[in-house]
């Protein structure tokens, strides 16, 4: 069986979400974001330019942006592609050979690829945990909570979060950054998620409280420019002319309009390009000040 192409639906809204029998609330310190499965073989079934990708894509960019600030780690899970049958196992009976032997089909999308600090696991079964170091890899960070966006909702994103459950894992699905093949699936799984396992929450409301509430410190200005100059964190010096770096006006405003909205703050375009140095924004946007 291949997958189904699936036909546009819109995602659920917050006044839509089923009510979750446990109040976990996520903590930064606590948790990683796990992208599941966003590769173009499993994306290209859905209707381009439509709900429910559009919000997927967007939902879950949004959300990397705010770990890397946060701190929070991001892992993705990809399967690979030309899987043997002994490798595949009983997933041939259901869905057929799988992502063909194609570097493109087996790439993460484009708008949500992993950056230089995240980490990429192999995935051979529905949850993630299976036949990964997933599980092992959380433990030794201290980690005891998983963040859960990405396809397919009632497949492996809602397998993942029972599993993270079992291993006593507060697992947190993000209603509009998952997507399914229909409406009905969709939010099937999450209210199954909701009763079993999981706390069901959407991408504004999973960070309340904690983007405005995080000082600007160096290394998270540091992260927010090389995101949106797209160079890695670790190439920018602190004392260096941004400018060198191709950051111009448009983005300068960018970058003012990012910190006003995420962490209230208040600071001039003016103050800014006289001081286009990671140490200068960092004096500058010091809560101290």
Same mark, same amino acid.
């Given at each position: ?36 499965? /966003? &590769?173009?073989? !499993?994306?290209?079934?859905?209707? *381009? +330019? ?9 939902? $879950? @960019? ?27 196992? /009983? &997933?041939?009976? !259901?869905?057929?050979?799988?992502? *063909? +032997? ?9 708008? $949500? @690829? ?176």
């Amino acid at each position: 069986m291949a997958l189904p192409k699936i036909a546009p639906y819109p995602m659920p809204g917050p006044t839509e979400l089923p009510t979750n029998r446990v109040d976990w609330v996520v903590d930064p310190a606590r948790a990683v974001l796990l992208v599941h499965d /966003l &590769q173009n073989y !499993f994306l290209s079934a859905f209707t *381009p +330019d439509a709900s429910p990708v559009t919000e997927l894509l967007a939902n $879950v @960019a949004r959300l990397k942006d705010d770990c890397g600030r946060l701190g929070v780690p991001v892992v993705y899970s990809a399967q690979p592609g030309g899987q043997t049958a002994e490798q595949r196992g /009983l &997933q041939k009976d !259901f869905w057929g050979p799988g992502l *063909p +032997d194609d570097p493109h089909e087996a790439a993460i999308a484009p708008a $949500v @690829a992993p950056g230089p600090a995240d980490t990429v696991l192999t995935k051979w079964k529905y949850s993630a945990f299976v036949r990964t170091e997933l599980g092992e890899w959380m433990r030794e960070l201290g980690r005891d909570q998983l963040v859960l966006v990405g396809v397919y909702a009632h497949i492996g994103v809602m397998t993942t979060a029972c599993d993270a459950w079992m291993q006593d894992i507060q697992a947190f699905v993000v209603a509009d950054a998952v997507a399914d093949f229909t409406s009905d699936n969709h939010r099937m799984a999450l209210r199954w998620a909701a009763a079993n396992c999981a706390v069901v929450t959407d991408t504004e409301s999973l960070f309340t409280g904690k983007r405005t509430d995080m000082a600007l410190t160096l290394e998270v200005i540091r992260t927010d420019v090389a995101d949106i100059l797209g160079e890695d964190p670790a190439d920018i010096p602190d004392d260096e002319n941004l400018v060198d770096y191709g950051l111009d006006s448009v983005r300068v405003m960018a970058l003012v309009e990012r910190w006003t909205r995420e962490h209230g703050v208040t600071v001039d375009f003016a103050d800014l390009a006289e001081r286009p140095t990671l140490e200068g924004w960092a004096e500058l946007l010091s809560p101290e000040r």
